[in-house]
DNA sequence: CTGGATCCTGATGGATACTG
DNA sequence: CAGTATCCATCAGGATCCAG
């Protein structure tokens, strides 16, 4: 994820970021099907560990991809929102799909 | 990138394939910078560990990705070449390229 | 010398239990 | 509800070894 931190490559850079199993299901579940709680991705995220789910919305939000917002106090809840970057995936989630639909299973 | 199977998500199908550091540069070298040859990947590829080379480009030639071709006897070598499949993820590549380019560094 | 396979060790992932 | 903590299994990364 930030390892020994490679080249300059762009495609190498984005992939420091997104290059896992689970930040592109976290983005897809928040850009595509508006999930916006903490509650509602580990719903969505075809049971992802809730201790992974913490690390990576976390990485989301250092990294710029989405933010945090309050929008209760008693007790105080977040929303989880893509940032204009966080939009920015799209066309990295649409390129997957149309390739997992047309050449997978 | 098999685990415990996830949904019929295209998206989450296609990461359980490219879905980690290093397949996708390794497709990148072999579809944008042709390379073919063990030894022009390891070079090309960040400083990718022999090991995780190795392992990657055999589950890319299983997954039909790349295709495993004989180009010379004695002794006997051999080029990685991109199938169809593998050439229809130039699409995601360059959405991550594009990415990239316009929102990291 | 190319193309890997093997081995070791520290880091990460994943499942479940637990807490404010 | 929204996370932490914990514990074990697996993997990454690096060095080295081996076969053709």
Redesign the pocket.
């Known amino acids: ?4 931190h490679r080249s300059h490559c762009p495609i190498a850079q984005t992939l420091d970021i997104v290059g ?3 930040t592109l299901l976290i983005l897809r579940d928040a850009l595509v099907f508006k999930r916006k ?4 991705f ?1 719903q969505s995220s075809e ?9 990576r ?2 990485r989301l939000v250092e990294n710029g991809f989405l933010e ?1 917002i309050p929008y209760q106090d008693k ?1 105080v ?4 929102v893509p940032t204009d970057k966080g939009k920015a995936v799209i066309p990295i989630i649409r390129a997957m799909k149309k390739f997992g639909e047309t050449h997978l299973a």
Chains 1, 2 share one sequence.
């Open positions: 994820m930030n390892p020994t896992d199993k689970w709680s903490f509650a509602e580990e049971n992802i560990p809730t201790s992974l789910l913490a690390e919305l976390k945090k007790p809840r977040y929303h989880y």
